[in-house]
């Protein structure tokens, strides 16, 4: 059993600096404290052994998302963060299952923006959709998804999106791995940003 101890979370917002480079926030109400959100993410998340990723590939390093996903206070800080990647023209986001999710939710939360969960597959049953929540047609779409590593994920959902005559052409993601994701998703004809790189988590 893997034994996690997560830091304090509880900031005062007033000071928030969202203009720090790739969305690393430094919470100072009193000059005193410094909070650093790559470092939260890190020691709530960095797990070390020998892990296979989606893509195939083998890491000595995994960031288990769903540790930073399930703590409230640290998943808010981070849409926070996220909130200033939203490109100016973005009509809904577009949260991946599964781990999109609970991000996307939060991001809409901060940002007013409405948000559509994608699924990996229609459901069988019911609507029978792939895409759940509002219209998509005729909108200007941002995936958010929480880590890439070879960005397949994406590249999966968009393309049944553009196979819809969907528009999409902008992605924004907690982690990127740097191991190819962004540099694949721009074949695809897809800008990436990403709030923090592996580098930074280092």
Known sequence: M???TQ?????DKRTLNSSDTFGILIYSPTGKIKMNLAQSIKTV??????FTLRSGMVSNTYFDKYQFESDPKL????????SVL?????????GLEMGGIPIVTMLSQISGLPSAFIRKAAKSYG???YAEGPDLANRQLLIVEDVVSSGGAIIEAASKMKADG????????VIDRQTGGSEKLAEHGIKLKALLTADQLT
């Open 2 to 4: 893997l034994s996690i």
């Open 7 to 11: 830091p304090n979370h509880s900031v």
């Open 45 to 50: 998340s960095e797990l070390k052994g020998q």
């Open 75 to 82: 998943l808010k800080q981070i849409a926070e963060a996220m």
């Open 86 to 94: 939203i490109p100016s023209n973005t009509d809904i986001l577009c």
């Open 127 to 129: 609507t029978c959709r």
């Open 166 to 173: 969907l528009y999409v052409e902008s992605a924004i993601c």
